[in-house]
């Protein structure tokens, strides 16, 4: 099996926006800066937080190449790349330069479709044997429509030696310790939910991809490394600092609560793109509260 290279503090990078609506690669690389520097250990590249499903492919490759030149291969880098359609995904993942700089995949069970658990292990087993790289499953139920479930995870873990890791973000903590319980030596969990991560780590998992991470690069680097050390002291005064924001950032729905974060920190514009609105005032409000 391949090692998954994908483990500590991941920050889901947001997209900033200009108030014209393009893409702000100015603010992007300011942001990437700031998440390096305070302690991230990797990046996750067009996930959900990004936007993604609203950027065309030009700004789509333009996000790539800057996230790129700001990293300058300082740290792994996890490229989202999911989709709802086996043979698109698998498609992409063959088009020469599509993954060209990236640690790994990022591949999001098929939304809409709601696949059996026959179809994800089918769909899973297609796109793994795509790509040499590391493939990272993501199971985000509240989402897609379809929850992974750990047998299903498991089976993949054996009859793939490059699907390394699972980003679980079903909310459901005993179902994540089901798949540590009982995964072969090499696969792991990332924790896919910034609320649960001290108890995902505290039963195994090897870190997060965090969406609030943008915003508190270094709280959160310091609690998931005192998870890992096993100092859960520290691990629960940081997570009492920054639980208020936790509800809020999903009050609205993600990416609306973490964009109105980084306006607040002057990190970005409040811009998202439609179907996405900001979130409303009333959230904008608590935030603005809750930083003072």
Do not use: W
Not at 109 to 131: D, R
Not at 244 to 265: C, E, H, T
């Amino acid at each position: 099996m391949k090692s998954n290279p994908f483990k500590g503090f991941g920050v889901a990078l947001a997209t900033p926006f200009r108030t014209d609506g393009t893409v702000d690669h100015t603010a992007l690389r300011s942001l990437v800066r700031d998440i390096i520097e305070n302690g991230a250990d990797f990046l996750c590249v067009l996930g959900t937080t990004a936007e993604t499903p609203t950027l065309t492919f030009e700004e789509r490759e333009a996000i790539k190449q800057t996230v790129k030149e700001e990293t300058r291969g300082c740290m792994p880098l996890l490229l989202g790349a999911g989709g709802n359609c086996t043979q698109a995904v698998c498609e992409e993942l063959r088009r020469k330069g599509s993954t060209e700089g990236f640690d790994g995949v990022l591949i999001v069970t098929p939304f809409y479709n709601k696949p059996s658990q026959e179809g994800l292990f089918q769909h899973y087993k297609a796109v793994s044997a795509t790509t040499p790289l590391p493939v990272v499953l993501y199971n985000v139920p509240g989402r897609t429509g379809v929850n992974l479930m750990p047998e299903t995870v498991l089976r993949l873990a054996l009859a793939c030696e490059n699907i390394v890791a699972i980003k679980e973000a079903s909310g459901r903590v005993v179902q994540a310790q089901d798949i540590i319980r009982d995964a072969p030596d090499g696969f792991d969990v990332i924790c896919g939910d910034d609320g649960i991560t001290p108890e995902l780590l505290s039963v195994g998992a090897v870190g997060v991809i965090s969406v609030i991470g943008n915003a508190f690069p270094q709280a959160f680097a310091d609690m998931t490394h005192a998870g890992i050390e096993g100092d859960f002291a520290k691990v629960r005064e940081i997570h009492q600092r920054l639980n208020p924001f936790y509800r809020l950032m999903l009050v609205d729905g993600n990416p609306a609560g973490i964009k109105s974060l980084l306006a607040l920190q002057h990190k970005a514009e409040n811009i998202l793109r439609l179907p996405l609105v900001p979130a409303s005032e009333a959230t904008q409000k608590a935030l603005r509260e809750a930083m003072e």
